[in-house]
């Protein structure tokens, strides 16, 4: 079983539909982070947390350390949030670990 | 500024064949990172350096080694690269160790080994 597991894998949805990708993990952490990764494969980073919730323009991120789950939501998307979105916690002193990603396809 | 850059962004060897792949960062972060992004597996971890004069081995660093040349720069060399090693490569760095602090990546490079 890894470590990080995010759903869906892929996902499409049309223009301005709430957009949920969850995140579960396995191993205790201090910290979990929100990245997205662009069509042409730059990575930058949206949320870092560790407790509660953190927003950002449309994108909202929550974390329920208790129950090792976080979502990152979208509201009102648009294509331009076409990307891929990749969970990572800390798994040891200099450690992150990934998940896989979710595809995230906005058509409009 | 220009954050963390990375060159080349496009790279073909041949087997056995070496290289070095050159990172900088100009945020006086003090940890530095390369991962490699293979289809499928995510990214992983392949070294890192904690700070100026440290580094050490991470999830996958057989086939690599790496140099902390000062606190802004941080090279990756393949001494005999393989196909194994076709991928994509991201430098990234932080503030301090990952975990607590946000992390920024370069914009990655493109290795092919044939």
């Known amino acids: 079983k890894n470590e990080v597991e995010q759903s869906p894998q892929n996902l499409t949805a049309q223009e301005g539909e709430f957009i949920t990708i969850n995140c579960s993990y396995s191993v205790g952490i201090s910290a979990l982070h929100w990245l997205q990764q662009h069509p042409g494969g730059g990575i930058v980073s949206l949320f870092m947390l560790s407790s509660g919730k953190k927003k950002h323009g449309r994108l909202i991120a929550t974390i329920n350390i208790q129950e090792k789950h976080s979502s990152l939501h979208i509201t009102a998307s648009h294509p331009r949030d076409s990307a891929v979105y990749i969970c990572?916690?800390?798994?040891?002193?200099?450690?992150?670990?990934f998940g896989q990603g979710t595809r995230l396809t906005i058509n409009p | 500024n220009a954050g963390v850059t990375q060159t080349p962004k496009f790279q073909v060897l041949k087997t056995g064949q070496s290289m070095t792949l050159q990172c900088a960062q100009d945020?006086?972060?003090?940890?530095m990172y390369w991962y490699r992004q293979d289809p499928g597996m995510g990214l992983r971890l392949i070294y890192y350096?904690?700070?100026?004069?440290?580094?050490d081995k991470g999830e996958v660093p057989n086939g690599y080694n790496v140099s902390r040349l000062n606190k802004r720069e941080f090279s990756l060399r393949l001494e005999s690269a393989a196909p194994s090693q076709t991928s994509v490569y991201f430098c990234?760095?932080?503030?301090?160790?990952?975990?607590?602090?946000?992390?920024?990546f370069g914009p990655g490079t493109r290795l092919t080994v044939t």
């Open positions: 990572a916690v800390r798994g040891g002193a200099q450690k992150l670990v």
């Open positions: 945020m006086n972060h003090n940890s």
């Open positions: 990234a760095s932080s503030e301090a160790p990952v975990g607590s602090y946000e992390q920024y």
């Open positions: 350096s904690a700070s100026e004069g440290t580094t």
